[in-house]
């Protein structure tokens, strides 16, 4: 201990409330981007860049949080994105609801201990509720669900007509790259096969679906033309001679014998493109340069060469044509042609140039079809809080199309789980029975905050709403445990007949991640600061 300088120690109730008001000023500050009817932020950094946005991932993401418990939050909210790819917001905002009545109660003398325990069966509660009463499932989706899945998902996002283009754009998107697994009738979609290009400029009703991927800023560096079909060799290495490590050089006093030693190290090269030409190569992308010579026998032969590429575009490039990335010269035998299987294939490549910019589109890939979604609009800000948008609408329909579960969105599924706790906590006697009763209310923080945002009155509208789904515990309203709300008419109805919908995982994981966060803050009872000599 004797390189410490200090020790503080903050215990118990102390640690405790800090931790809860922590999180609560996190959710507070992320609680009017939730919904149709939200606000955006306006978040300036350091270096002065402005991001303009009311998506919960992108505010998290940016903000510089220094406290441990709300650090515990936000990187368990991540989670979501990264599983799900939407309701951020909504796991922060229950979690922080859940720490919120858990302090309450242990201000009534209930233990840490017996909370965590009423949560976790409520957690099991709901989860279950949703799976077997809940869902609506189909062996396949249709087109209507999952149109409705991506208009729920953007509706808090972009507004009107654009709401019904860019969710026609996403769910083609998706089906785009939609592969079924063999020897079964499941589906997987392959959105990492899918590209974003933005260019500002014009509006967004320009935007549409490529079928094709798209290369952008990507100089073709000999004249572009038509080629039909395409066979595309991906290469991770220069194509040009190596440079001498630093501090070695090639000393002759002879300028023959430097040419010859220039000659041969260019002969290499062209022996190895002659070897990729061999195999039907006549596209060839490459993440590095191009030497003049090599470029001018490429021109020679009629061959298409594209350089400085991103590696992560080359990728998908590859995972599209099937090609193989080879990353030198040794991953193939000097003495033989480059193996025709490990070249890509599409049905044509050709080059296209919108607003300055020069665009190369690979259409008919062999493999998968690889949509591009070409974004336009006036600010760069526009367009990328656009792709993210919609990025978030694609996880939500590619976790439509593989679960084949929706449930109804606009607090339909809170609501009911709420009632259907307060039943269960009050057919049981354990010392988990208020612990159980107040997740349930907790849960009902989604559809209030809703509310609030759309400026109604709250109480109104949720005791209309808790009555229906009390009745729809009897087989006679059995239909009412999917009625929600409707903030664009401003009404109780039946999501599901009216396309309000989202997937089930969403839920269920927005419900276990919110509820595991909770617990992890609330079995904190200690916070040590050890402060090392400098």
């Not at 026998?297 to 990335?325: C, E, P, Q």
């Not at 709420?418 to 009050?426: A, W, Y």
């Amino acid at each position: 201990m004797s390189n410490v300088e200090s020790i503080k120690k903050f215990t118990g109730k102390e640690i405790r409330n800090q931790n809860i008001k922590e999180c609560s000023l996190v959710s507070d500050l992320i609680k009017t981007s939730l919904g149709p009817t939200s606000f955006d932020k306006m978040i300036v950094d350091e270096i002065g860049d402005i991001t303009i946005t009311n998506d919960g991932a992108n505010i998290l993401k940016r903000m510089d949080v220094s406290h441990p418990a709300a650090k515990i939050l936000v990187n368990l909210s991540k989670q979501q994105e990264e599983e799900v790819g939407d309701g951020t917001t909504s796991v922060v905002i229950i979690a922080a609801e859940l720490l919120k009545r858990a302090n309450d109660m242990m201000e009534k003398k209930i233990h840490p201990s017996t909370i965590i325990s009423g949560f976790r069966l409520g957690m099991c509660h709901s989860c279950s509720l949703i799976r077997e009463k809940l869902t609506l499932s189909s062996s396949h989706m249709d087109l209507k669900s999952l149109l409705n899945a991506a208009k729920t998902s953007l509706s808090s996002k972009i507004s009107g007509v654009n709401a019904k283009k860019f969710s026609l754009i996403a769910l083609q998107a998706v089906k785009s790259v939609q592969v079924q697994e063999k020897n079964s009738q499941k589906f997987r979609c392959q959105i990492k096969a899918i590209n974003f290009i933005k260019i500002p400029g014009n509006s967004l009703n320009k935007s549409k679906l490529v079928d094709g991927y798209i290369l952008a800023n990507s100089k073709a560096s000999v004249m572009m033309t038509r080629v039909s079909p395409a066979r595309i060799v991906c290469l991770n290495f220069d194509l040009r001679r190596p440079k001498m490590p630093l501090g070695m050089q090639v000393e002759n006093q002879n300028a023959k014998e430097i040419e010859k030693i220039i000659k041969k190290e260019v002969d290499l090269i062209k022996n190895q493109v002659k070897n990729i030409l061999q195999a039907g190569a006549n596209v060839i992308i490459t993440t590095r340069g191009l030497d003049e010579s090599i470029l001018k026998f490429l021109v020679k032969n009629g061959i298409v060469a594209i350089r400085r590429v991103s590696f992560d575009d080359l990728k998908r490039i590859a995972m599209a044509t099937g090609s193989k990335i080879q990353n030198t010269f040794s991953s193939f035998n000097l003495q033989k042609n480059l193996d025709p299987l490990l070249l890509g294939e599409s049905e044509e490549v050709f080059s296209q140039e919108i607003s300055s910019y020069e665009i190369i589109i690979f259409r008919g890939c062999r493999f998968c079809h690889a949509g591009t979604i070409f974004l336009r609009g006036g600010t760069e800000y526009l367009l990328e809080e656009l792709s993210q948008s919609l990025l978030d609408s694609i996880s939500i329909l590619k976790r439509a199309i593989e679960g084949n579960k929706l449930v109804a969105g606009g607090g339909s599924v809170e609501t009911a789980l709420c009632v259907s706790l307060q039943n269960l906590s009050n057919s049981i006697f354990s010392r988990e029975q208020l612990p159980i009763l107040e997740f349930g209310e907790a849960l009902m923080i989604l559809p209030k905050t809703l509310i609030r945002n759309a400026g109604l009155d709250d109480n109104e509208i949720l005791t209309k709403l808790r009555i229906l789904h009390t009745a729809s515990f009897t087989k006679k309203f059995l239909g009412y445990q999917y009625f929600g709300l409707d903030l664009s008419t401003q009404k109780i109805q039946n999501n599901f007949l009216q396309g309000i919908v989202e997937p089930v995982i969403n839920k269920i994981k927005c419900i276990q991640i919110a509820t595991e966060a909770a617990i992890t803050i609330l079995r904190i009872d200690d916070l040590i600061n050890i402060k090392k000599k400098t």
